[in-house]
């Protein structure tokens, strides 16, 4: 029964260089959400995609940041060029219905990034 | 613009005492709500919900009270013990612009039990 899971855990990387999270959903969950949570700050929406599609990037920097979520394996949040403004822990979430809030929105244990 | 913010960034309560914890809004256009736990370095984990047709709304040791009037949010966590310490969130649920809803988090409370 394992829970949203997300890695690596902690990642460290310098000025310029590429960061990759991953998040795995929960099993039978299509839906995913990424969240970017600075530290004595509360979560901020970054993107929502199901299988295939990005949803909802509102949330998402303009540039140097992307997401997917292939058909096959975990979502990617993408950072190329990492600043040291980029330093924060990322939440991945995920639901099985569409937008469904209550308890149905799990999250995972979250990826801190520190950028030198 | 629109945001959800909390009074009071520390909280230091003795063990066994009830806690409160407090929480402004200012999208009137919310209908829904969520307390949130987060235990160091760990994700959110979903406490209680509410609506906004409702005032109060009780679980196991916890009771959220919704004051639409003047836009407050709080959470009651009865008898506290130790496990109860970490930071916690309110969020309202907000639409997306594709027909989702994405949460909006507050800054948060971080709650101290003192044995």
Known sequence: ?116 | GESVGLHLPTLSVQEGDNSIINCAYSNSASDYFIWYKQESGKGPQFIIDIRSNMDKRQGQRVTVLLNKTVKHLSLQIAATQPGDSAVYFCAEIVSGNFGNEKLTFGTGTRLTIIP
């Open chain 1, 1 to 116: 029964n394992a829970g949203v899971m997300q890695n690596p855990r902690h990642l460290v990387r310098r000025r310029g260089q590429e960061a990759r999270l991953r998040c795995s959903p929960m099993k039978g969950h299509s839906h995913v959400y990424w969240y970017r949570q600075l530290p004595e700050e509360g979560l901020k929406f970054m993107v929502y995609l199901q299988k295939e599609n990005i949803i909802d990037e509102s949330g998402m920097p303009k540039e140097r940041f992307s997401a997917e979520f292939p058909k096959e394996g975990p979502s990617i949040l993408r950072i190329q060029q990492v600043v040291r403004g980029d330093s924060a822990a990322y939440f991945c979430a995920s639901s099985p219905t569409f937008g469904g809030f209550t308890d149905t929105q799990y999250f995972g244990p979250g990826t801190r990034l520190t950028v030198l």
